[in-house]
């Protein structure tokens, strides 16, 4: 077999490969919170997804997904945040690959607080403004903009799901935001 019958294009794996990935090593993902942003770049709003988990419950989320190998940093938000909010979400990518956050997600919920039954997941946290329209897609039902003070309110930090409103405190302390 020559170099170049050898299949490097792939970058997704099989269900049961992908099990086998999740069981031995950690995976890299993303966190975006989108946000809306004033003229002197304030954080004005912040961007919620709504969908139906895996145990059926709606919870609000922030965008989220994995890296694919051979895709840079800064490609994987943009394509996150453009299958969630869609193709016209203008993104001001940031310049830097520099996470405002890094979180670890294990199978054991005593470790970090931050639980994915399925593996042990790093991810790399951005703020993402957003500029143009966004529409939800993929299995997003709904996209909701609500003030810095209301997405730390109670009512919905409930609706997020466990360690998302973590997360989005943390993001709006990171910009000078958090009421």
């Given at each position: 077999?020559?170099?170049?019958?050898t299949?490097?294009?792939?970058n997704?794996?099989?269900?049961?490969?992908?099990?086998?990935?999740?069981?031995?090593?950690?995976?890299?993902y993303i966190?975006?919170?989108?946000?809306?942003?004033?003229?002197?770049?304030?954080?004005?709003?912040?961007?919620?997804?709504?969908?139906?988990?895996?145990d059926?419950?709606?919870?609000r989320?922030?965008?989220a997904?994995?890296v694919?190998y051979?895709?840079?940093v800064?490609?994987?938000?943009?394509?996150?945040?453009?299958?969630?909010?869609?193709?016209l979400?203008l993104?001001?990518?940031?310049?830097?690959?520099?996470?405002?956050?890094?979180i670890?997600?294990?199978?054991?919920?005593?470790?970090?607080?931050?639980?994915?039954?399925?593996?042990?997941?790093?991810?790399?946290?951005?703020?993402?403004?957003?500029?143009?329209?966004?529409?939800?897609?993929?299995?997003?039902?709904d996209?909701?903009w609500?003030?810095p003070?209301?997405?730390?309110?109670?009512?919905?930090?409930?609706?997020?799901?466990?360690?998302?409103?973590?997360?989005v405190?943390?993001?709006?302390?990171?910009?000078?935001?958090?009421?």
């Amino acid at each position: 077999m020559s170099d170049y019958d050898t299949e490097t294009q792939s970058n997704w794996l099989s269900d049961e490969d992908m099990e086998t990935v999740r069981g031995r090593l950690p995976i890299v993902y993303i966190n975006a919170i989108p946000v809306r942003t004033d003229d002197l770049g304030v954080v004005t709003h912040v961007g919620l997804l709504l969908r139906i988990g895996p145990d059926g419950a709606a919870n609000r989320e922030i965008v989220a997904g994995r890296v694919m190998y051979g895709e840079r940093v800064r490609d994987a938000i943009l394509r996150h945040l453009e299958k969630d909010l869609g193709p016209l979400a203008l993104p001001r990518i940031p310049t830097s690959a520099q996470p405002f956050t890094v979180i670890e997600y294990f199978p054991n919920p005593d470790i970090t607080g931050f639980h994915d039954p399925r593996q042990h997941a790093v991810s790399l946290a951005y703020v993402v403004p957003v500029e143009g329209d966004c529409v939800p897609s993929q299995d997003a039902l709904d996209l909701v903009w609500l003030r810095p003070d209301e997405v730390v309110s109670p009512t919905v930090a409930a609706e997020l799901s466990p360690g998302h409103e973590k997360v989005v405190r943390w993001a709006l302390a990171h910009c000078g935001c958090l009421p």
